[in-house]
């Protein structure tokens, strides 16, 4: 038997509805911490 | 193509971290003057005597220059060779004043050791057959351990020297 209200497809306007935001953060917080800590690494380095 | 919003904003930060990590690496080789330890120049590990720096009586601490010194070192299982007194006694600490350049030049004749002015940045490692360097400024006083951070037989933890900068 055909489904006769099936189910949605996955198009470009739907992806653009997913919210990134809080991916966004997490990711920018991880490189901010990574560029942060190489730097007081390196602070660490001149200042010896 | 179509990229998300913060996926450009996520690609402009990772390629701006790149641009600026490559402009820090020419700002440590060419203005600082950082360049690795071992400078391929290679030394008879069963006779290193024979080199002008770790004949018996260069070892250890010699002023070269106004605020300008140079160590020359023997580290070998389980010891770092800085050395004698007038005395003819081991010495076991170097002492400079703040401020000096000194050069430290380091070999062995058995295995890899590591070297390592624990709080300056003094940190290499000592291979058989070559001859490690490394010039340093002594800006800070205090006493420093020289600790072997390279596991060289049983008694590599009792492997240690002091290098004392005073004012």
């Keep these: 038997m055909k489904n006769k209200n099936p189910k949605p497809q996955h198009t470009k306007s739907n992806e653009s509805t997913i919210h990134f935001k809080g991916t966004f953060i997490a990711v920018m917080l991880l490189g901010v911490i990574m560029v942060a800590s190489w730097f007081g690494v390196y602070a660490l380095f001149l200042s010896r | ?167």
């Excluded at chain 2, 003057?33 to 005597?49: A, F, K, Y």
């Excluded at chain 2, 800006?139 to 420093?144: L, P």
Aim: net charge negative; proline share 4%; aromatic share 10%.
């Design chain 2, 1 to 167: 193509m179509n990229l998300h919003k913060y996926e450009k904003i996520w690609l402009i930060f990772g390629i701006g971290s790149l641009a600026v990590f490559l402009a820090v690496i020419g700002f440590a080789a060419f203005w600082k003057g950082t360049h690795p330890q071992s400078h391929i120049e290679t030394i008879d590990p069963q006779n290193v005597e024979a080199h002008e720096a770790f004949k018996p009586e260069n070892l250890g601490l010699r002023e070269v220059a106004d605020g300008k010194y140079t160590v020359n070192i023997i580290a070998s299982a389980f010891n770092y060779d800085l050395g004698k007194d007038e005395n003819g006694n081991r010495v076991d600490t170097i002492r400079v004043p703040r401020g000096s350049t000194v050069l430290f030049q380091v070999t062995t004749p058995d295995v890899v050791h590591g070297f390592q002015i624990a709080g300056t940045n003094v940190n290499m490692m000592v291979e058989p057959g070559h001859i490690s360097r490394y010039e340093t400024v002594m800006k800070n006083n205090g006493e420093f351990t020289i600790v072997c951070n390279e596991y060289c037989g049983i008694g590599h933890h009792l492997m240690f020297g002091k290098v004392e900068v005073y004012d």
